[in-house]
């Protein structure tokens, strides 16, 4: 048996005649950019996550950079977030001119400890917004991370590439900050056959503003009266996402359901540390984490791919470690960060992952660990 740890290829094949039709549909068209296909998606896109709005963008990291240029953040500002997710969160921050500064997580949730936040935004001035990250489909502690924002008077943005569909207390995630930033890459619970990111909000200027943004800041056509990117949506992913759309709840379930199945079947591995799930968040389980001493995890890894599974790391160095990053200044413990990557260890999770794949993972674990 081959098991991959992400399959993309899958969801096309299991709606193969769908896309076909809709790509089909959008060359027949002859309008490739910005036309009825990205309205379209917008338009769904926003009625699903709750908000006024939704912008569809070229993908995740603009997504995260655009919100903030709305926002009016750039040179001189600081921008908190944490150092375990993708370097797109931080890229974003660095892209628009403002500093990072980094808040630690927590380690049963693997995001923004409100603790931390708190201490960070105590002990550092000047920070103008933070960036909470709903990683591997898992929404942060919301209530907590927003009464601390709240205090300091600091907006919270959200980042949802990893969390579509999520929700906190019955809220969606992309609905509960002042903006929310998606990533469409293939692999994630609401993926394009390329790139593509969408913003939601509820706010009209930030959405005026954005809109301009995203297209070299026109005000009208050619003429900028902001200085704005490149970032467009194209018609073709919008028509495939709008094919996906209304497939993520179910997708979503059927990821609760083999996250379920891996919970029930690993639960008596003491070597392993299972996810934590809280009640009043659902978690979409765009990635399945476990948690292990490293020199396990090195073996486990060697063990599975022996027997043709495939896993990841998601991280394998955490940002404030990598060198690109090395320069970013940290003014607090950033302890559990600088800990997890070497522990953790995601495996394969996606809807079309059949149960025999589904025992096959959990008997292969076990067999290991006897
Ligand atoms: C947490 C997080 N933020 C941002 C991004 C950026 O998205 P994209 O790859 O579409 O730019 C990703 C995707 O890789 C992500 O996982």
Known sequence: MKILQAAPGRSYIAHAIEFNQAIQ???DSGWYILGKSVQKF??????????????????????????????????????????????????????CGAEVRFADIDIHTFTMSPNSLSNL???????????????????????????VAEKHGVPLIEDCAQAHGANYRGRKCGTLGIAAGFSFYPTKNL?????????????????????????????????????????????????????KLPLLEEANERRRNI?????????????????????????????FVIQMESEIRSALVAYLSQHGIRTAIH??????????????????????????????????????????????????IRDFFK
């Open 25 to 27: 549909n959008v060359l």
């Open 259 to 287: 996250a379920a199945c891996y919970r029930d079947g690993l639960k008596n591995v003491a070597e392993i540390m299972l996810p934590e799930e809280y009640k009043n968040r659902y978690h979409v389980y765009h990635q």
């Open 42 to 95: 917008e338009e769904e896109f926003s009625q699903y996550i709750g908000t006024r709005y939704a912008v569809g963008v070229a993908n995740g990291t603009d997504a995260l950079e655009l919100i903030l240029r709305g926002l009016g953040i750039g040179y001189g500002d600081k921008v908190a977030t944490v150092g375990n997710t993708a370097v797109a969160t931080v890229s974003a921050i660095e892209r």
């Open 315 to 364: 991280y394998p160095v955490c940002i404030p470690e990598q060198p690109a990053y090395l320069h970013i200044p940290r003014p607090i413990s950033l302890i559990n960060t600088l800990n997890i990557n070497s522990r953790i260890l995601s495996l394969p999770i996606y809807p079309e992952l059949s149960d025999e794949e589904i025992h096959f993972v959990i008997s292969s």
């Open 121 to 147: 935004l105590e002990t550092e001035k000047g920070i103008k917004a933070v960036i909470v990250v709903h990683l591997f489909g898992a929404p942060v502690a919301w209530d907590e991370l927003a009464l």
């Open 191 to 243: 993926g394009a056959f390329g790139d593509g990111g969408a913003i939601t909000t509820n706010n009209i200027e930030l959405y005026q503003r954005i809109i301009k943004l995203r297209q070299y800041g026109w005000g009208e056509r050619y003429i900028s009266i902001s200085a704005g990117i490149n970032s467009r949506l194209d018609e073709l992913q919008a028509a495939i996402l709008s094919v």
